[in-house]
């Protein structure tokens, strides 16, 4: 099993930046890769962006170009950023870490996740 913590949200003005932080711990040797989520008020949870073991990274189309994910390991655990840039109201959600294995399952159980806001 795998425990998360998610940290970083908050209100930003369009245009701003934000940066979030997920810290993995427990069985991380079985994670293959670490996954950041949204969900917006009325629409389903969808995936944002991930970062495999070997560093290799995926967008989804709406943040390309204007997130960028990372990763690092301090001593017993995995942590992931995501570094959120030119913000825009539509980038208005709750957002989730949560960590998958080879077989794509998760190994995690979502948690409540951080709230990012883009108002002016």
């Known amino acids: 099993q795998v425990q998360l913590v998610e940290s970083g949200g908050g209100l930003v003005q369009p245009g701003g930046s934000l940066r979030l932080s997920c810290a993995a711990s427990g069985s991380i040797f079985s994670i293959y890769t670490m996954d950041w989520y949204r969900q917006a008020p009325g629409k389903q949870r969808e995936l944002v962006s991930f970062?495999?073991?070997?560093?290799?990274?995926?967008?989804a189309d709406s943040v390309k170009g204007r997130f960028t994910i990372s990763s690092s390991r301090d001593n017993a655990k995995n942590l992931v950023y995501l570094q959120m840039n030119s913000l825009k109201p539509e980038d208005t959600a709750v957002y989730y870490c949560?960590?998958?294995?080879?077989?794509?399952?998760?190994?995690?159980?979502w948690g409540q996740g951080t709230q990012v806001t883009v108002s002016s």
């Open positions: 970062i495999t073991s070997g560093g290799i990274a995926n967008y």
């Open positions: 949560n960590a998958r294995n080879r077989a794509s399952s998760y190994l995690a159980s």
